[in-house]
């Protein structure tokens, strides 16, 4: 059960939040060229400073986790709808991809540089899930308790939050490797909030996220190394 709050804190609870472990990304990755062990599990440590913080964070509320979207309530629907987005989304997503890096004519290599299982496993338990209870769990769910007025978008209500936590988690991504190119995941990030949105869990968002990440690693491995 939720605890009580000042209404303030769906606004500054997840600004401090997203400002500290941002924080503690950038000195991670600043710090990698210079400590083995960093450069070895640099995401592992910003996954794991995810969890814990937005897990603190939660219990100081009064609250749990699964009042953020996390749990396995109706797992088979969020594999599905996580299914669906990937069929709809990934083949247009490959062309634009072999367009972008003119990969046309080039043959994959499809002997990858690991196995297929650990950057599955690297994706969804130490990437995605920890972004996804960070940005669509805490900071979507906060900011749509504060901000007013939603639209239909899809047969699904979509308030401002959606868009605004999108835009803090490219942001996010760009402020740990300042290429512009990196502010291009506002765009999947706003069908993983529509995801939240439309589920009220995180296990579809979840899914979906880190297949867009495996199949990115895994185009980039067989086109362009």
């Known amino acids: 059960m939720a605890g009580s709050r000042s209404p303030s804190r769906d606004w500054i609870d997840p600004a401090l939040l997203v400002l500290s ?85 080039r043959p994959f290599d499809w002997d990858l540089p690991w196995p297929v299982w650990q950057i599955v496993a690297t994706h969804l338990v130490v990437v995605a899930l920890p972004e996804e209870l960070l940005y669509r769990g805490f900071v979507q769910q906060s900011l749509g308790r504060a901000l007013k007025g939603r639209i239909r978008v899809l047969g699904t209500q979509v308030g401002w939050a959606v868009p605004i936590t999108a835009a803090v988690f490219a942001l996010g991504h760009f402020a740990t490797d300042l290429r512009p190119d990196r502010l291009a995941t506002f765009f999947p990030a706003l069908l993983f909030g529509w995801l939240k949105e439309r589920r009220g869990g995180l296990i579809a968002a979840i899914l979906f996220h880190a297949a867009c990440n495996v199949l990115s690693d895994i185009l980039a491995a067989g086109y362009l190394r």
């Open 21 to 105: 472990t941002l924080a503690v990304a950038v000195i991670v990755v600043r710090l990698e060229p210079v400590h083995p062990f960093i450069e070895a599990n640099a995401t592992g440590i910003v996954g794991a400073v995810f969890l814990i913080a937005t897990w603190i964070l939660v219990a100081a509320r009064g609250e749990h986790p699964a009042d953020y979207g996390l749990g396995i309530a109706g797992w088979a629907g969020e594999i599905g709808w996580a299914a669906l987005f990937s069929a709809i989304v990934f083949p247009p997503f490959l062309i634009g991809f072999r367009i972008w890096w003119g990969t046309s004519g």
